[in-house]
């Protein structure tokens, strides 16, 4: 049974820091993995997929890269900013047919200004 | 827009008051999913459906119900809620070329 872990659970930094956030999971048998941002009372947004032939995806400030054989994913984002703060959630796919994402609890990021 | 839309977006309601969450997508989606939000426990995915009058259960189907009988639309049915049920519930929907999930804005759920 999968399972993604997130730590920490919250993280705040200084605005303009480089910071990068942890995922990982147990089962390397992924089919894909998705970060996603939650604000607070909010869907979720889908930031990042990653294949699982893949090695890393960007987009913009965001940068996500996956590891298969040690189970981990990073999210990295440049020079953050106020407006990054939000909960982020990372998902693995694991058995493509029921379509089922593995969530982690998420990690809760404040950019202090 | 693409889009995954819910209604209601809040709902309050009282234990065995049958209720219905509706989920629609304009993207001609195949697979359609919802899952359940709890703190402390993430998401986990209650039904999902891999076509037209295609459904099967997730991890956690027990109190709930849906159906499938357009292909943009897959509503979640409670027949008779508990305090249980008590939740912020999401709708996606999979683009299959890319197994990437898109969801709705969520409904939160509260049973008294």
């Known amino acids: 049974k999968q399972e993604v872990t997130q730590i920490p659970a919250a993280l705040s930094v200084p605005e303009g820091e480089n910071l990068v956030l942890n995922c990982s999971f147990t089962?390397?048998?992924?089919?894909?993995l998705q970060w996603f941002r939650q604000d607070p009372g909010k869907g979720l947004t889908s930031l990042l997929l990653?294949?699982?032939?893949?090695r890393e995806q960007t987009s913009g400030r965001l940068n996500a890269s996956l590891d298969k054989s040690s189970g981990r994913s990073t999210l990295y984002i440049a020079a953050s900013q106020p407006g990054d703060s939000a909960t982020y959630l990372c998902?693995?796919?694991?058995?493509?047919?029921?379509?089922?994402?593995?969530f982690g609890t998420g990690t809760r990021l404040t950019i202090i200004p | 827009e693409a889009q995954v839309t819910q209604n209601p977006r809040y709902l309050i309601t009282v234990t065995g008051k049958k209720l219905t969450v509706t989920c629609s997508q304009n993207?001609?989606?195949?697979?359609m999913s919802w899952y359940r939000q709890d703190p402390g426990l993430g998401l986990r995915q209650i039904y999902y459906?891999?076509?037209?009058?295609?459904?099967d259960k997730g991890d956690v189907p027990e109190g709930y119900k849906v159906s499938r009988k357009e292909k943009r639309n897959f509503p979640l049915i409670l027949e008779s809620p508990s305090p249980n049920q008590t939740s912020l519930y999401f709708c996606?929907?999979?683009?299959?070329?890319?197994?990437?999930?898109?969801f709705g804005p969520g409904t939160r759920l509260t049973v008294l």
């Open positions: 459906s891999m076509n037209v009058e295609v459904t």
């Open positions: 089962d390397s048998a992924i089919y894909n």
């Open positions: 998902a693995a796919l694991s058995n493509f047919g029921n379509e089922k994402l593995t």
């Open positions: 993207m001609n989606h195949e697979y």
């Open positions: 996606a929907s999979t683009y299959l070329r890319t197994n990437e999930q898109f």
């Open positions: 990653i294949q699982s032939s893949q």
